[in-house]
């Protein structure tokens, strides 16, 4: 079984006492949840406040972004052991604001992913295609190369601290929502892509979150999905009461 997860990004908002205020909200609205990983992201300079107000809760916290390298001359950059020491057990990477404004390859994310296993973290690799490469029929090409490249080196036990997030462009931000088939579809894709890389428990086991537009009112139908096992949540996860009802999705 996979125990779903529920990670919200939050961008670049909130200064340290709003992003405070609101991991307390969600640290009190979801103290019963047992059966679901719940992860908030916040920026940088939240990380380290954040995590203390979550200590003793179930929440998680994460990172957007890091660099591979443990320390040296990379002014302004972050290391993954930086990261974990400020209390982040997961680190998010190849975010599709980042591969698109960051100009972030396939190669260079893979150095990430292979940073965060060397510091003991959990990278939470975000793939997806875009409008023009979905619709000139080219996403399975784009999601097979993303993952192929994004994965290469790894083996089997570092696909422990790998979870996968498929994260349409044309849906993140947009409020245009991937219908349950879609995300049905590339979800199955891309386990079977990873299960050809690696082993099919391999796969199996490995968690695929969905993103792009999750809200209350469609996480429902797609945690309904067999392949979907969690959600990266950006808009909704600003809210705490709209994220909370997201980790209380519906099942069945
Ligand atoms: C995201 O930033 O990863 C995301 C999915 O954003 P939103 O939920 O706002 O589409």
Not at 2 to 10: D, F, H, Q, T
Not at 78 to 98: D, M, Q, T, W
Not at 106 to 125: L, P, Y
Request: one cysteine or more.
């Amino acid at each position: 079984m996979r125990k779903p997860i529920i990670a919200g990004n939050w961008k670049l908002h909130k200064t340290v006492d709003e992003s405070v205020d609101l991991a307390n909200q969600l640290k009190a609205a979801l103290a019963d949840v047992k059966n679901v990983e719940i992860i908030v992201a916040p920026v940088f300079t939240a990380l380290t406040a954040v995590a203390q107000a979550v200590n003793g809760s179930s929440i998680e916290v994460a990172a957007q972004n890091c660099y591979p390298a443990v320390s040296g001359a990379f002014t302004g950059e972050v290391s993954p052991s930086l990261l974990k020491n400020a209390g982040c057990n997961s680190i998010i990477v190849g975010h599709s604001e980042r591969r698109q404004l960051f100009n972030e390859s396939n190669a260079f994310i893979n150095a990430k992913i292979k940073a965060i296993h060397a510091a003991g973290a959990r990278a939470i690799f975000c793939i997806g295609e875009t409008l023009t490469e979905r619709e000139s029929g080219r996403m399975f090409d784009v999601l097979k190369r993303q993952i192929n490249e994004g994965l290469v080196g790894l083996d089997a036990e570092a696909m422990g601290g790998v979870v996968v997030a498929y994260e349409p462009v044309w849906a993140i931000g947009t409020g245009k929502v991937a219908s349950n088939e879609q995300a049905q579809e590339a979800h199955a894709f891309v386990r079977g892509v990873l299960s050809e890389l690696f082993a099919t428990e391999v796969a199996a086991a490995t968690r695929i979150l969905y993103g792009g537009s999750v809200k209350p009112d469609n996480v429902d139908g797609l945690m309904a999905m067999p392949d979907v096992d969690g959600a990266l949540v950006g808009g909704a996860s600003l809210k705490a009461e709209d994220f909370a009802r997201i980790v209380r999705f519906q099942q069945g």
